[in-house]
């Protein structure tokens, strides 16, 4: 699949940032990482080649599943969260901070192997007792210190997942708050 930024609708920041994400995924290399190929740019667009997953999106896997008021086979949950968090082991081992986990930015493929894939507000921290500042993420997933704006590091991954085996178990987020505050 390709993945195209239109750079002209980007401040220096945002392309700064689209480069990043092409300098992280082709740094990870993991059988539960969406894989990366190649990027390049064309007519000020920034493109970036990687695996298509034919299973969609784990949003999209949890949102057949509530509409045809089923639940997930406990086996199946077992084994994406061992994959998602061999994956993530695999990215906070080489001090990337995903800081956008969620079930859109969790692919499956054809057989049902999951992948984290969109890495494009990832962070790459200086050691492992490095913290970041910067509140960013989709709010559903974000570890309360992000919400209150504190400093963070890698266990709001790690909240980010547990957030997520919520979801797959109840087939909705645990909080549904107006806002951030809530």
Known sequence: VMKQ???????PKGRREAGKEVQVLSALRHPY?????????????????????EGGDLAGAIDRTRRGRRQFEEGK????????FLALK?????????????????FLTANGTLKIGDFGIAKVMEGTAAVAKTAIGTPYYLAPEMCKE?????????????????????????????NLRK
């Open 5 to 11: 930024v239109d750079l002209t609708k980007l401040c």
């Open 33 to 53: 990482i969406i894989s990366f190929h190649e990027s390049f740019t064309h007519s000020q667009t920034l493109c970036i080649v990687m695996d298509f997953a």
């Open 77 to 84: 949950l077992l084994q994406w969260m061992a994959q998602a």
């Open 90 to 106: 695999y990215t906070h081992d080489r001090h990337v901070l995903h800081r956008d986990l969620k079930p859109q930015n969790m």
């Open 150 to 178: 504190r400093p963070y590091a890698w266990p709001a991954d790690v909240w980010a997942m547990g957030v997520i085996l919520y979801e797959l178990c109840a087939l909705r987020v645990p909080f549904d708050g107006a």
